[in-house]
Nanobody, 126 residues
Framework: QVQLEESGGGLVQAGGSLRVSCVVP????????MGWFRQAPGKEREFIAA????????IYADSVKGRFTISRDGAKNTVYLQMNNLKPEDTAVYYC???????????????????WGQGTQVTVSS
């Protein structure tokens, strides 16, 4: 069973920064595109950001564009989500996920992702 493992969540004040990480099995990290999603209580899981295998392949949801940055480190088999200028509405459980890299147009769709982590809680206080 493929397991993705997120870490780095926590409590931060509004305006602060946090970086969450996702360790990915090697055979997944080397081939798949990676995405971050989040789910707040009582809400649907929503797309945040994704990155393909090539530079410049990043895409973002409008709600986080300019504040969040997704990146990947092939040597460490890790995907990161750097979150700056956090707002209370960013409070959610954050999930990383892996999708076949072929169609960038699908990166924003939950249904495109084959593998998911268990999530890490991010809480932003006002």
């Amino acid at each position: 069973q493929v397991q993705l493992e997120e870490s780095g969540g926590g409590l931060v004040q509004a305006g602060g920064s946090l970086r969450v990480s996702c360790v990915v099995p090697g055979h997944i990290a080397s081939f798949y595109a990676m995405g971050w999603f989040r789910q707040a209580p009582g809400k649907e899981r929503e797309f945040i950001a994704a990155i393909g295998r090539s530079i410049g392949s990043e895409i973002y949801a409008d709600s986080v564009k300019g504040r969040f940055t997704i990146s990947r480190d092939g040597a460490k088999n890790t995907v990161y989500l750097q979150m700056n200028n956090l707002k209370p509405e960013d409070t959610a459980v954050y999930y990383c996920a892996a999708t076949p890299p072929y169609y960038k147009s699908t990166y924003g769709s939950r249904a495109a992702y084959s593998y998911w982590g268990q999530g890490t809680q991010v809480t932003v206080s006002s």
